[in-house]
Nanobody
Framework: QEQLVESGGGLVQAGDSLRLSCAAS???????MAWFRQAPGKDREFVAA????????YYARSVKDRFTVSRDRTKNTSYLQMNGLKPEDAHIYFC?????????????????WGQGTQVAVSS
């Protein structure tokens, strides 16, 4: 069973940048890798996704033009570059792999999840 491990979270000031990483435990064989985020008491929400072979990217409207998702297939790792962070971006960020051949915005379509990494943004 593949495992995903996120890293790179932390506390930053509004306007700063962070880069999150998501490393798979071995050769990554899923169709895509996605990023979700979750605030306490809220549903998990889609942030971005990238298809593993083709590199097509998808973004939530709230982060488009500020966040960039990428992947390094040689390292089995995806990255989420977050620029211009806002206080409302403060969440726990998770990476996930879908069980099917689509990269959707629905968390139910993903069956492998990392443990999450906390991002805090001070105003």
């Amino acid at each position: 069973q593949e495992q995903l491990v996120e890293s790179g979270g932390g506390l930053v000031q509004a306007g700063d940048s962070l880069r999150l990483s998501c490393a798979a435990s071995g050769p990554f064989s899923r169709y895509a890798m996605a990023w979700f985020r979750q605030a306490p008491g809220k549903d998990r929400e889609f942030v971005a996704a990238i298809t593993w072979i083709g590199g097509a990217t998808y973004y939530a409207r709230s982060v488009k033009d500020r966040f960039t998702v990428s992947r390094d297939r040689t390292k089995n790792t995806s990255y989420l570059q977050m620029n211009g962070l806002k206080p409302e971006d403060a969440h726990i960020y998770f990476c996930a792999a879908p069980w099917g051949s689509t990269a959707t915005m629905n968390p139910s379509d993903y069956d492998i999840w990392g443990q999450g990494t906390q991002v805090a943004v001070s105003s």
